[in-house]
């Protein structure tokens, strides 16, 4: 099987060589365990091995997104002229409008890499569950045509014991890593695991990670301390 790179140093390596192209992969935690930068990463890596990406944000505004990834080398502004990024903030109000940017984004610039950050934001604007659910099921069928290798992120909400803000996400993803950032004794660690990865013998166990200030990196030898814990 053909695999994508995520561009995260020490990630590949324990799914067996990157993400099955052309897949659907959730990354879920609670805020600050560096999701966002996670897909920045991801796409970033395209960028500079001829993949072009699109990241469609429902929160955080775009200039906001382009300063804080120049923190780590990551020179958004400058891909997006030369026509191999497009990054848009949008309010899904309607999720058949959303569907209607991302594949007109995609396929204006040839994208190969797609992130929307963060499919939680849903919520804020779809406050029937059910309706929550069926725009969510509607999106990700949608991108499976597209045939890009996509993240979604999910923000859950401390001590929340499901995958995902609502309860579905998990279930129309190819893959899932979760992350975790907790309190260990004096301090707090941060750890992830490959929940499921389809088409996959990823690992089983709970690896820590860092952010540095090249972007996330994961000790794949390692286990994390909060191993107990979870």
Request: net charge neutral; proline share 3%; with cysteine.
């Amino acid at each position: 099987m053909e695999r994508v790179s995520s561009g995260i140093p020490g990630l590949d390596e324990l799914i067996e060589g990157g993400f099955p192209k052309g897949s659907v992969i959730l990354l879920s935690g609670t805020c600050g365990t560096g999701k966002t930068l996670s897909s920045l990463q991801f796409l970033w890596y395209g960028v500079q091995h001829g993949e072009n990406g699109v990241y469609i944000t429902f929160e955080e505004p775009v200039e906001q997104v382009k300063s804080n990834a120049k923190q780590f080398g990551w020179d958004f502004e400058t891909a997006e002229k030369q026509g191999k990024i497009i990054m848009l903030r949008y309010d899904p109000f309607h999720v058949e409008e959303v569907i209607d940017i991302i594949v007109s984004s995609v396929r204006k610039i040839n994208a190969k890499r797609l992130v929307i950050d963060s499919i939680s934001a849903l919520g804020m604007y779809i406050r029937d569950p059910t309706e929550v659910r069926r725009s969510i099921y509607l999106l990700v069928s949608n991108i499976y045509k597209l045939g890009c290798t996509t993240i979604l992120t999910s923000e859950i909400l401390p001590n929340q014991s499901e995958l995902s803000r609502f309860g579905v996400e998990e279930f129309l993803a190819d893959g899932v890593i979760v992350y975790y950032y907790m309190r260990v004794n004096t301090y707090f660690a941060r750890a992830l695991t490959i929940w499921k990865m389809r088409y996959t013998n990823h690992s089983q166990r709970i690896h820590p990670y860092k952010i540095t200030e090249k972007g996330i990196v994961v000790f794949p030898h390692e286990e994390s301390a909060l191993s107990h814990r979870i």
